[in-house]
């Protein structure tokens, strides 16, 4: 049975894969028929070795932290901080080489808008996560894609990555 997410450092990451797993866009790259197959494309910090792409990693960055916001006994505190979740799939067909870099990269800043922005319509609705702020500092790069993870025997297989940021505050996420 998986652990249950409890607390400051768990509820966010979690209250993150269960907004990412409503992205219509995300659903359509991974395949799957509603969110919860979505889900199982969504990992903590690392995927395992057999993980089959596309994927995300969910990963609570070290600046989240519980804050003071007023004084009194007891003290009031909020949750805030940045949540990265770093995002790698295998580059289309139709894109892959050195001289397709272009169309691979709109293709990734497409899909990361695209998931961004559909996260963003959810957000802060309905118990889902509370996001101040969306950005994507990195990528799109290009990764070396397991070729067990996909079931290819030819190398190399180019992926692409990009890493997207939630500002969250205002409670456990």
Known sequence: MPVAATGMFSLPVENARLLLAQSATWQSLTGA??????????????????????IALVILSDDYAARAYAAGSPYLFATSGTISIH??????????????????????????????QECLDLANVDGNLFIESASMPEGPILVEISQRAIGSTELPVNGIGATLLWTTGGGLG
Do not use: H, T
């Open 33 to 54: 028929a509603d969110e919860d197959e979505a889900y199982d494309f969504i990992y903590l910090d690392r995927a395992p070795d057999s993980a089959e792409y596309p």
């Open 87 to 116: 995002f790698e799939m295998v580059i289309p067909e139709e894109y892959q080489g050195v001289a397709n870099w272009n169309d691979a990269s709109m293709d990734m800043r497409n899909k990361m808008g695209a998931i961004c």
